[in-house]
């Protein structure tokens, strides 16, 4: 039951978009986004619940297709310290019942 | 506020000896998990206590892995004996009733 992300990797100059997705063969109840930084911990992103709204702050927002059990993230204008690697984590029942990380999608930004 | 706090950050050892890594979470979640990570994947989740009860240990190796959460504040995980197989990053995180998860720094071992 492992989400499915893609793509596997991008690589994008300074300024540009970009999208990750990240899918789901099980009926979510949320869907979590994770940046780590190589040799750091994942630091939490956002949250998008069952039924909530698109989320986002500053140039990364997200969206939760709960019809299509999917979630993109997206990352506008992007800047040199968004390099990393985005994970998308699942949830079927909320209170953190299920959780599973999806395989990650890993992003660089050259200057 | 402090973050959650892992020690040791590194540790090798030679395979069939026992280690032991230690996670102090942050002040008030009740939630707590551990997670082992190998590298270029996704961290994958070991055990999941809520307050000192292991709600979910279905991927925990019981054979040669344990853990315990005494008093629902910091927990232990342990390997016994250690395996080629176990070099990875283990990862700790908190969070409160199931949400946000906060993760620690990690404790990167490697057996030889």
Avoid at chain 1, 2 to 16: D, F, M, T
Avoid at chain 2, 61 to 90: M, N, W
């Amino acid at each position: 039951q492992q989400p499915v992300q893609s793509p596997q990797a991008v690589i994008l100059r300074e300024g540009e978009d970009a999208v990750i997705n990240c899918s789901s063969s099980k009926a979510l109840y949320s869907v979590h986004w994770y940046r780590q930084k190589h040799g750091e911990a994942p630091v939490f992103l956002m949250i998008l619940l069952k039924g909530g709204e698109q989320k986002g702050h500053d140039k990364i927002s997200a969206s939760f297709n709960e019809k299509k059990q999917q979630s993109s993230l997206y990352l506008t204008a992007s800047q040199l310290s968004y390099s990393g690697t985005y994970f998308c984590g699942t949830e079927i029942f909320g209170y953190g019942q299920n959780f599973v990380f999806g395989p990650g999608t890993r992003l660089s930004v050259l200057p | 506020e402090a973050g959650v706090v892992q020690s040791p950050r590194y540790k090798i050892i030679e395979k069939k000896q026992p280690v032991a890594f230690w996670c102090n979470p942050i002040s008030g979640h009740n939630t707590l998990y551990w997670y082992l990570q190998n590298l270029g994947q996704g961290p994958e989740l070991l055990i999941r206590y809520e307050n000192e009860e292991a709600v979910d240990d279905s991927q925990l190796p019981k054979d040669r892995f344990s853990a315990e959460r005494l008093k629902g504040v910091d927990s232990t995980l342990k390997i016994q004996p250690a395996e080629l197989g176990d070099s990875a990053v283990y990862l700790c995180a908190s969070s409160y009733s199931g949400d946000t998860q906060y993760f620690g720094p990690g404790t990167r071992l490697t057996v030889l």
